[in-house]
């Protein structure tokens, strides 16, 4: 028996010439965000294999959710929803479904919708509606103008100025799937970051994973650092696109009663396991503040939040505090 298992190994050895045994790491910009990727693989084929897959699962979820590409489903449900049902893909109507889903759990601080105001704004051009054209859009920012219907597995909008956007969950649940992927390969080990969304499997080989969460107004520092394994975290800061005019910051993540940037916080950090539903979250605390944003983390079982808000100050979710 002992034999058997010692030739085994040998074979195992000699067949497979190329079992290092080592971390891969690989990194790329898609959705127009950093995608970083790091994989224990045994052998180096399926170490790259395994940060190909992950480029892939991103590179798919932007061909169908991008809001720039015009062969995009999103770009047709944008289009043409308001006038006709638009069928799409199952993973879009799904993600769809569960930014309406946490609509609902937030009463409205997370809306898709947001963006019948969000794409007046260019941070990188420094341009920001008036207030009297977002007045004039206000009223297409409500989720309920969304129809999902699930035997034909198509959207449609019942105002005609709606425009959606999967800036606040896509990039959640393409960490999901790339992880999912990972796991389903026989990876054990792995971090798959984008943007400010990261998903953990397993540990980092007998030791923890060290994760970050930025300091908002120093790039260089970190204002918390944490050690997981196993479980998903996302941050949304007031940092990632933004400008300043006249002493105030316009930066990306709106507060839908208003069409303005929410100003209660500077960053959040969800941490539970699935990245989507940190991902919509994050937003969703960041939109609602301190306190009404605890208040609904702490309903939450498995899920956990840090906010720091507009004076500096750390807060934390029950879970993480008692
Ligand atoms: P990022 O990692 O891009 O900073 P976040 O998770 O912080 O993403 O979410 C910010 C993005 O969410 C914005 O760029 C926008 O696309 C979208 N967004 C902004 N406000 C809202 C809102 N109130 N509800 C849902 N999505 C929003
Ligand atoms: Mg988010």
């Avoid at 949304?236 to 005019?245: A, N, P, Q």
């Amino acid at each position: 028996m002992r034999k058997l298992a010692l030739l085994t190994c040998l074979y195992a050895f000699f067949a497979h010439p190329n079992a290092t045994g080592k971390w891969h790491y690989g990194e790329e910009n898609i959705m127009g965000t950093n995608i970083e990727v790091q994989v224990w693989a045994e052998e180096r084929d399926k170490g790259t294999a395994a940060i190909e897959i992950v480029f892939e699962q991103m590179n798919a979820v932007n061909q169908l959710m991008s809001p720039y590409l015009a062969s995009s489903q999103l770009y047709a449900i944008n289009t043409h929803a308001a006038t006709r049902p638009v069928v799409v893909d199952e993973a879009l109507f799904n993600v769809i479904e569960n930014a309406v889903a946490f609509s609902e759990l937030s009463e409205g601080a997370f809306d898709i919708t947001f963006a019948s105001v969000g794409f007046m704004y260019d941070y990188r051009a420094r341009a920001k509606p008036s207030q009297e054209s977002i007045d004039g859009a206000l009223d297409a920012i409500n989720y309920r103008h969304i129809v999902l219907d699930s035997t034909s597995r198509s959207i449609s909008f019942l105002h005609p100025d709606v425009k959606i956007d999967l800036g606040g969950i896509a990039k959640g649940y393409a960490v999901d799937a790339a992880i999912e992927a990972l796991a389903k390969m026989g990876i054990k080990h792995a971090l798959v970051t984008a943007g400010g969304d990261t998903r953990l499997l397993g540990d980092r080989r007998g030791r923890p994973w060290i994760v970050g969460i930025r300091d908002p107004r120093n790039e260089d520092r970190q204002a918390v650092t944490l050690p997981l394994e196993n479980i998903a975290i996302s941050t949304s800061g007031d940092y990632e696109r933004f400008f300043e005019e006249d002493g105030e910051r316009y930066h990306h993540i709106l507060s839908p009663k208003t069409g303005k940037s929410a100003y209660e916080v500077q960053s959040v950090s969800i941490i539970g396991p699935s990245s989507l539903t940190n991902d919509a979250l994050s937003t969703t605390v960041f939109v609602m503040g301190v306190k009404a944003g605890i208040s609904l983390i702490n309903t939450l079982p498995d899920y956990e939040a840090i906010v720091l808000d507009n004076t500096r100050r750390l807060h934390y979710s029950n879970g993480l505090t008692q």
